[in-house]
């Protein structure tokens, strides 16, 4: 069973940056399309950016682009979301998950495991 566990949340300034880290066990990452996705308070689930398995294609939100990196270290077994420029309405609970047909589509459905999440506040 594959297990993800997100880290690097926290509180920031507007302005500001974040780094978060997903990293699995139980299996090897590189088998794995994952995605990032958000969870506001009173909001539905929403894809945020997605890598393909080999890492060679992403899919971003159009509310991130040009701000939020996705990458990924299969020799790590981690994927890493990098985060400038933050905005409140990026606060969220921020949750990294896992596709079996290595896809980099973020289609919420599509996704077979799921991290607990790591919250994000971006407030002065």
């Known amino acids: 069973q594959l297990q993800l566990v997100e880290s690097g949340g926290g509180l920031v300034q507007p302005g500001g940056s974040l780094r978060l880290s997903c990293a699995a066990s139980?299996?090897?990452?590189?088998?794995?399309?994952i995605g990032w996705f958000r969870q506001a308070p009173g909001k539905e689930r929403e894809g945020v950016s997605c890598?393909?398995?080999?890492?060679?294609?992403?899919n971003y939100a159009d509310s991130v682009k040009g701000r939020f990196t996705i990458s990924r270290d299969n020799a790590k077994n981690t994927v890493y979301l990098q985060m400038n420029s933050l905005k409140p309405e990026d606060t969220a609970i921020y949750y990294c998950?896992?596709?079996?047909?290595?896809?980099?589509?973020?289609?919420?459905?599509?996704?077979?495991?799921w991290g607990q999440g790591t919250q994000v506040t971006v407030s002065s």
């Open positions: 998950a896992a596709r079996r047909d290595g896809n980099y589509y973020c289609l919420t459905k599509a996704y077979d495991y």
């Open positions: 139980g299996f090897g990452l590189d088998y794995y399309g």
């Open positions: 890598i393909s398995r080999s890492g060679d294609s992403t």
